[in-house]
């Protein structure tokens, strides 16, 4: 049983009884005591009052035998709840079952008049990914990758891995630092240090085929890793602004490794920070496409040369054509 889960348990529990120990939480739940006592802590944490009776027979009683105080949302933190649920429909988010089931408690909670508008918000409001033929508030049906729940609750634990990853037709395992999870082009990625080939590496975790805690003594310490990376980094050379349009078009596709960031809490203009190796024919060419893929809503802060000379070559040709 997770401990997510067993915590959930134990409070059902104990809030149905005037009285219990810590052993009688070892004995139904079958754990330590160190375990049970711990649990006890975090339920406490929580907020569940608990009292503990000091003394040879002593244990614990729940206050008015009441669970954490009645939660209230303001009609607008409601609105905002749920407009989440409705925005990220359709990413491959993790916990979607939980995720539906706590839309499910959150509309048992709320009067009629918060439920009508929630319908309403729901009949208007289309976002990417949603069918506007049944735009049903928990239709939340995206599965994520199946490795991508059990990756974060190891995360939780630990940053030190040990990934098998498809490579090909083969399958290959190495000890594996992560720096950060994250969803890109529909996509979920994990990028770290290999431990063995001392180097920064993206995985897709759809080529994930196993991941289990480091248990190696020979950790590289996360100081190191950080020294290591910062003499691998490559000098940007690239330097956008990004417009409205542009954006929109960066949305649609971008190379990998490319990333921006927002200059306006509105996310209509944004910076690009790149470097291009303009010595590799392929990297060129792709970049530059890549440019015309975004169209005239750029401005330009820094460019290679190389980069700028074929931009300007494709964009003549263009104009010759037409």
């Not at 349009?245 to 509105?266: D, G, R, V």
Request: hydrophobic share 40%; charged share 25%.
């Amino acid at each position: 049983m997770k401990k997510v889960e067993r915590i959930n348990i134990i409070m059902r529990y104990i809030n149905n009884r005037a009285h219990f120990t810590i052993s009688e939480i070892m004995h139904e739940f079958n754990i330590s005591r160190s375990t049970a006592i711990r649990d006890i802590r975090e339920i406490e944490a929580m907020g569940m009052p608990l009292v503990a009776e000091v003394g040879r027979d002593g244990g614990y009683f729940v206050m008015n035998n009441s669970v954490l105080p009645t939660v209230r949302f303001t009609d607008n933190e409601l609105k905002a709840l749920f407009i989440a649920f409705m925005a990220t429909r359709n990413l491959q988010l993790p916990y979607l079952k939980s995720r539906h089931s706590l839309a499910e408690k959150l509309l048992g909670l709320i009067s009629q008049n918060q439920q009508d508008d929630l319908v309403l918000l729901n009949q208007i409001l289309l976002f990417e990914g949603t069918n506007p033929h049944n735009p049903d508030l928990l239709d939340l049906s995206d599965l994520p990758h199946p490795m991508l729940e059990q990756l974060i609750q190891i995360l939780l634990e630990d940053c030190y891995l040990v990934v098998s990853v498809e490579e090909g037709r083969e399958i290959k395992t190495y000890p594996f630092y992560l720096m950060r999870l994250y969803r890109e082009k529909s996509s979920w990625q994990i990028e770290g240090f290999s431990l063995e080939e001392e180097k920064r590496r993206i995985i897709p975790v759809n080529n994930l085929t196993d991941v289990r805690p480091y248990s190696g003594k020979k950790r590289i310490s996360k100081k190191k890793i950080a020294e290591q990376l910062k003499k691998q980094e490559e000098a940007i050379n690239l330097v956008l602004e990004l417009g409205p349009k542009a954006i929109a078009q960066f949305k649609k596709y971008h190379p990998l490794k490319i990333t921006i960031s927002y200059t306006n809490p509105y996310q209509t203009t944004a910076i690009l920070k790149t470097f291009i190796n303009v010595h590799h024919s392929d990297e060129l060419n792709e970049i530059t496409n890549w440019l015309l893929f975004l169209g005239g809503d750029i401005k330009v802060r820094e460019i290679p040369k190389e980069v700028m000379e074929g931009f300007q070559g494709r964009m003549d040709g263009l104009g010759t054509r037409n």
